[in-house]
């Protein structure tokens, strides 16, 4: 089997980040660390650039993901989904890491604009429907993932049905008193996970507590910390009246926020939001996300489009799964 950028990674001792900066010619990388991770390139055989039968067909034989933080449970998982399916059409993948903010935009852009791929696959890349409608102008292959818009293929998860079902059965369990532990607001997934969570309230007619909304102090990764949610569980369970059981919007979050009741030594139940890899060996009761999968397809419609540009666009929205373990017992 061809070795992937994940296999050059571990060899050199360095992220798939900077294999990526590596390759892309990022000025970011000491000399060392471009001369290790090249050296290892070069032992096994991997060649950034293309394959052959890519450069008689004046493709790059190359996708690039473009992902505003990588080393996070999440995007490996979309991650590892997308490099499956591009080994098996023997096609490159390259990664380009944006920085959320005010300059995404421009970032994205200016990415597209120097072609350095034959098709580009944003991964939780949110944008504004006027931006979106910007870049489709560009006329390069895209295919959303985490995310939605009507002019281009995408793979996403309702997020909003995921909430409300995490906080639908911690009201089937009995209780009243149901926190929402997030993160930053500005997060388009975080909006959507929000307004589940408020839509199962509303349907057993219990009333909307704004104090039960409840973040970390720490922004970095919007929040989506594991210290995010250890300061977060803190805050809950110092109120005069704590909340009696919490939908955590991620499983990384579920994992401070544990850490959190421990060292308090203040229990209650939590339902985290992902299902990663951890949650099943440490009992947490989850939403269940087809992280693997949506990379895996999301790539599949990418590779249709370079064949097929005047196609129909594909937009698959995957329904999440309850997955109930002790966390929640």
């Known amino acids: 089997m061809a070795s992937t950028i994940y296999d050059i990674a571990k060899k050199a001792g360095v992220s798939i980040a900077t294999v990526s900066r590596v390759f892309n010619e990022s000025n970011n990388v000491s000399e060392a660390t471009r001369k290790r991770v090249l050296e290892v390139a070069e032992a096994v055989g991997y060649h950034p650039q293309a394959f052959a039968q890519g450069l008689a067909s004046k493709r790059n034989n190359t996708v690039m993901a473009v992902v505003p933080i990588i080393s996070n449970y999440f995007f490996m998982e979309v991650l590892g989904g997308i490099q499956d399916k591009l080994t098996e059409m023997k096609y490159e993948l390259t990664i380009f890491n944006v920085t959320s903010g005010e300059h995404l935009f421009e970032e994205v852009e200016r990415v597209l604009k120097r072609r350095w791929a034959d ?20 006329n390069v292959p895209i295919t959303l993932v985490d995310e939605h818009f009507e002019g281009f293929d995408s793979v996403s998860v309702d997020n909003i049905q995921g909430a409300y079902r995490a906080t639908k059965c911690l009201i089937s369990q009995g209780y009243k008193k149901i926190a929402m532990l997030s993160a930053l607001e500005t997060s388009k997934p975080i909006r959507d996970r929000l307004t ?5 309230l509303k349907e057993y007619m219990i009333p909307f507590c704004n104090e039960y909304i409840v973040s970390g102090d720490s922004v970095y990764r919007d929040g989506f910390t594991e210290r995010g949610g250890y300061e977060a569980m803190i805050k809950m369970l110092s109120m005069e009246e704590p ?30 939001y992902d299902d990663i890899e951890l949650a099943e060996y440490i009992g947490l009761s989850t939403i269940r996300q087809p992280m693997k999968d949506m990379g895996y397809f999301a790539t599949q419609n990418l590779l249709e489009r370079l064949k097929n540009n005047s196609k129909a666009i594909s937009q698959t929205i995957y329904s999440p799964e309850l997955i109930l373990r002790s966390s929640t017992k």
């Open 196 to 200: 589940g969570y408020k839509k199962a």
């Open 243 to 272: 909340p009696e059981a919490c939908f955590c919007a991620s499983d990384i979050q579920a994992l401070g926020a544990l850490k959190a009741m421990e060292d308090v030594a203040k229990y209650i139940p939590i339902i985290g």
């Open 119 to 138: 098709g580009y696959l944003f991964i939780s890349v949110h944008l504004s429907e006027e931006q979106w409608k910007r870049l489709q102008r560009l």
